[in-house]
């Protein structure tokens, strides 16, 4: 195979992509100065249903499939989707000059999952005729809430934890500046002050309601009732009327608004651009090679399918650019689009088609002899 000319034709399909072309055009009106605004009421129709018809597409998948055969390969999807917010989070969170909260966001988008790489991805396995389970684009979701809900939950203990540091901060030095304190009962330093003022269990982070809270949000409640619709229902007849035509035309006018938000932040990105740069480029190699070995294991085990073993490797390479935007900015608003969406869509998905599909292709070629 030759893997410069596929790598190059896959970049320039991606580029020409709506999902880019309308990220990228939103960010050219945007910098000539358009007065361009689509309306917040309209955004939070297009993300319902956008994020309506990925659950349903994978409620449909797990429904319509034998889902022993799923434990494994789903358990594994789970856990790099966990594993990959966690990367972020001690990795990116401490490279210069990044904000912990946008790594975490960063790390949310990269750990969820894009529809069009794995759709490259998939048809590339049918193009080279290596064969895979019809169940395994299901792994979808899987990953991409487990991805969602993780950084959401860990952006959250973070944020609560730094504002009670700061409102510690703060009552300490009140107290100091107008309460009197009677000779030899002034605390010596910091902590002996905060050990009399706090109970031990006021600084412990209550994590249930947290992700309660997230669960709860417009964005993942959309998509968890869209995959328990897909499972327990028949929505077929509106999937495919209604949810599925209007899928790309809706997805291009939610990627022209994050291009827009994204380009009013540009000049914060600008700082840090050499480190989101360097981690799109290498996380999804990352990723995709800690999917890949946990599908080696799936497929020495459960007998799960070297093409199978590609699509788990290749969704952990994506980063998402449907779910999680939206979900991400509803989740953790402090956190700057400019920066997680930038390096997710504009930087981690074309290395993950261009350069990724092709190489754990080519690996599962090499090590299962397809």
Not at 36 to 44: G, K, Q
Not at 98 to 106: E, R, S, W
Not at 167 to 194: C, H, I, T, W
Not at 298 to 308: E, L, N, Q
Request: proline share 6%.
């Amino acid at each position: 195979m030759d893997f410069l000319s596929l790598f190059v034709k896959d970049f320039i399909i991606q580029l020409q992509s709506p999902t880019l072309a309308f990220l990228i055009g939103g960010m050219i009106i945007a910098a000539l100065g358009s007065e361009l605004v689509i309306p917040e009421s309209i955004c939070t129709i297009i993300v319902f249903m956008l994020l309506t018809k990925i659950g349903l597409t994978g409620g449909i998948a797990i429904r319509n499939s034998n889902l022993l055969d799923m434990v494994v390969p789903m358990i594994c999807a789970v856990a790099v989707g966990i594993l990959v917010v966690f990367i972020a989070r001690y990795t990116l969170a401490n490279l210069p000059k990044v904000k912990t909260v946008d790594a975490i966001a960063t790390g949310g988008l990269f750990g969820a999952v894009s529809g069009s790489t794995m759709a490259a991805g998939l048809t590339l396995l049918e193009e080279q005729k290596i064969p895979y389970e019809e169940w395994a684009g299901a792994l979808y979701p899987f990953m991409d809430i487990p991805a969602l809900v993780t950084a959401i939950v860990v952006a959250n203990i973070y944020l609560n934890k730094k504002k009670r540091k700061a409102a510690a901060d703060s009552s300490m030095q009140e107290s100091f500046s107008k309460q009197p304190v009677a000779a030899g009962d002034y605390p010596s330093n910091r902590q002996e002050y905060l050990s009399q003022q706090q109970q031990p269990e006021d600084n412990r982070v209550k994590i249930w309601p947290i992700i309660e809270e997230s669960l709860r949000g417009p964005a993942l409640s959309a998509m968890l009732l869209g995959l328990a619709l897909g499972i327990f229902t028949q929505p077929e007849s509106v999937y495919k009327n209604f949810y599925d035509p209007a899928f790309r035309g809706l997805l291009s006018i939610l990627m022209l608004v994050m291009g827009i938000e994204a380009w009013s932040r540009v000049g914060e990105l600008r700082k840090v651009a050499q480190w989101y740069v360097v981690y799109s480029v290498v996380a999804p190699f990352v990723h995709g090679l800690i999917a890949f070995g946990l599908g080696m294991i799936a497929h020495h085990t459960v007998g799960f399918s070297m093409g199978g073993v590609v699509i788990l490797a290749v969704i952990a390479s994506s980063s998402s650019d449907i779910s999680g935007p939206p979900t991400l900015r509803a989740g953790i608003p402090s956190a700057n689009p400019s920066a997680y969406i930038g390096a997710s869509t504009a930087v981690g998905t074309p290395v993950a088609i261009g350069l990724c599909i092709p190489f754990f292709v080519g690996l599962a070629q090499a090590l299962g002899g397809l």
